[in-house]
Each structure stands twice: as structure tokens, then as C-alpha cells.
């Protein structure tokens, strides 16, 4: 009888742990597709993109990419837990996070891609210090820097060591020019599809006014698409902005703000730990401006620019990010 009570007990134990186990979160197989939420929205919508669309499914075949040997399908691609690779010899291996996410943190080289770069919705990292990263993920974990889309969730999800793996990685990459920056006074029609990032509308002909906007696609919207970490963007400006933002930047438009040298080093390539400017994704610059702005960036580098942000404008701040992207970065 006892040994019957024991086996029993044996049994339940093992299925209570299986309805247990079947009720985690379980991860899901490499090469799934990962669907997020909407993100909010927020003003200048332009700046702060949310999707409003989509292109056409990709057919599944695997596909390539100019000078690489790797072949992913699209499904693969479209894994924010385990991003394609395209040129793995031309880095020094990744650490584990930057290639392979887990739970709400995605992998570093989804949205940053495996050469730093990043797409206009998230951040070019290359020429960041590996302090500052570390600094920035620490504002991030702790709320204190605020992102409207991802990164206070993804942050949290990352240890420490993680954190400070990932920084060392993506210091060590080499900046290089990534966007082409336009005056226009008219652009394609456009419209926010996957993964927040701006394309050509198929369904809309024709041109528009660029009005008080800064519109960025992809040189090549298909490479864009397979995370091609070779085929940047091309940044339309309002005609005239670019004179506007170096007055802007070399001397502060007479009090407004102060000259963005003083900070941000010759060229605006970066001093010590205060982070390269020149050639970065035009509206992820103006998203940070408007943030320091409005109080949703209070980290330690907070302080050094909540003088220069306070008098700009809505003009003041586009006109500023069409110069400073219009930089080379090297």
C-alpha cells in the first residue's frame, strides 16, 4: 500500500510539473517571425515613426545580398531573436545578446544590424564609447531615459554583463557614412510599414510637398528589407535647412543655444564620453533633442543639455539634424 501511495505521489508531482511547464512562455523556434506590438504615437510623427501599413509579403525562397555568400529566408530575417549575419568575417565575433535574444530581449543586431549602423527607427552605435552605451542602457533599465518604443523593456531584460558585452562589441565597430542627405521641397508619398521604417507608397503616385519634415528611405528599399548592413539611407530636408542648422550648431544663432562644438568635440565626431553626432540618423537625432526637451531623458548627460535644447524650436531642432547628419562621421 505504501509503495502504491508513493508511486502515486511520483505521478502527480511529474504532472503537475508538465501542466506547469506548459503553461511557460516557451521560446519560440529560430527563424520565427517576431510580431511586436504598436508602439504609441508621438509628435513630430514623422520623427517618431508608427506603423501605418504594409508592403507585400516577400516570397519565402532564401535570399541574398550583394558580396555575401549567406543566404536567409525571409522569415529568418524577420527574427529579432536571431538576426542574419550577412558579412560575419568582417567583425570580431558577437557576444551571445547581440546575436541571440531571449525573452523581451531582442538581439542587439536586429534593429542595429551586425554592422552598428542601425535603421533611422533605432540608432547608428558605431563611434559611441563602450561607458557611454553602458551609461545609456543603465538610464534605460532605470526609466529615467525613455524610449517610445523598446528599449526600456529590452534593457530590463539584459544582465549587466550582457549590457557591457554588448557596449565593448559595438565600440569596436568602424563608423562610416550611412546617409545621404537631400534638400527637396518635393518627395515621394510615403507612408511607415514593417519594422517602423518609411517606404515609397506603392499605392500612391507622384510627389508631395516636403513641408516642415525631414523624410528618410532606403537606397535600396529591398536590401533595406533584408537588413543589408551596406545599403544606407537617403534623408530628404526642407531647401535651406541645412545653412540653418550650421548657423545653428557653429555658434548658437545668436543665444538661442550654444555652439554643439564645445560638447561634442571637433567635427562633431565625439569627445571622451560625450557621443559623435556627425552623420547620425537624422530623426533619431531630432527624437533625442525633443526628449532632452520635454524631460524624458534625465540621465547623467542630461544636465550639459537641457540649456542648449530649452529655446529651440520645432524649425530649430529639424534644421539642426539636417546639418549635423549631413556630417561624415569619420
Known amino acids: ?88 568575417d568582417e567583425h570580431k565575433p558577437a557576444p551571445g545578446i547581440v546575436q541571440k535574444g531571449h525573452g523581451d530581449a531582442l538581439a542587439c543586431g536586429s534593429c542595429h544590424l551586425m554592422a552598428g549602423v542601425g535603421h533611422p527607427e533605432s540608432a547608428d552605435l558605431t563611434g559611441f564609447t563602450a561607458d557611454y552605451i553602458v551609461q545609456q542602457m543603465t538610464d534605460f533599465k532605470a526609466g529615467v531615459r525613455k524610449d517610445y518604443a523598446r528599449m526600456n523593456g529590452i534593457s530590463k531584460a539584459m544582465s549587466d554583463e550582457e549590457i557591457r558585452q554588448a557596449a565593448d562589441w559595438f565600440s569596436s565597430l568602424p563608423r562610416k557614412k550611412w546617409i545621404r542627405v537631400v534638400e527637396a521641397a518635393m518627395v515621394p508619398k510615403t507612408f511607415v510599414g514593417q519594422g517602423r521604417m518609411r517606404f515609397v507608397d506603392p499605392k500612391a503616385s507622384g510627389m508631395e510637398p516636403i513641408g516642415n519634415r525631414i523624410i528618410i528611405l532606403p537606397e535600396d528599399q529591398t536590401r533595406a528589407r533584408l537588413r543589408d548592413p551596406k ?4 534623408a530628404y530636408v526642407p531647401p535651406g535647412s541645412i545653412k540653418k542648422g550650421k548657423a545653428l550648431v557653429d555658434n548658437g544663432a545668436g543665444g538661442r543655444s550654444v555652439a554643439c562644438s564645445i560638447c561634442h568635440g571637433d567635427g562633431l565626431k565625439g569627445l571622451a564620453n560625450v557621443p559623435r553626432i556627425a552623420g547620425l540618423h537624422p530623426i533619431y537625432i531630432v527624437r533625442q533633442l525633443h526628449l532632452f526637451k520635454e524631460g524624458d531623458r534625465k540621465g547623467p548627460d542630461s544636465a550639459l543639455m537641457t540649456r542648449p535644447v530649452s529655446k529651440l524650436t520645432d524649425a530649430d531642432i529639424l534644421n539642426l539634424a539636417a546639418y549635423v547628419s549631413s556630417l561624415s562621421p569619420e
Open 231 to 234: 545599403s544606407g539611407f537617403v
Open 1 to 88: 500500500m505504501k509503495k502504491f501511495a508513493w508511486v502515486v505521489a511520483v505521478a502527480m508531482v511529474t504532472m503537475v510539473s508538465a501542466v506547469l511547464q506548459s503553461q511557460q512562455p516557451q521560446a519560440p523556434q529560430p527563424g520565427t517571425p517576431t510580431v511586436l506590438p504598436s508602439v504609441p504615437a508621438r509628435e513630430p510623427s514623422w520623427a517618431f515613426p508608427v506603423q501605418a501599413g504594409q508592403l507585400p509579403a516577400e516570397s519565402p525562397e532564401p535570399k541574398s545580398i550583394p558580396g555575401s555568400t549567406k543566404k536567409y529566408t525571409p522569415a529568418q530575417i524577420d527574427d529579432l531573436l536571431n538576426p542574419p549575419d550577412w558579412f560575419p
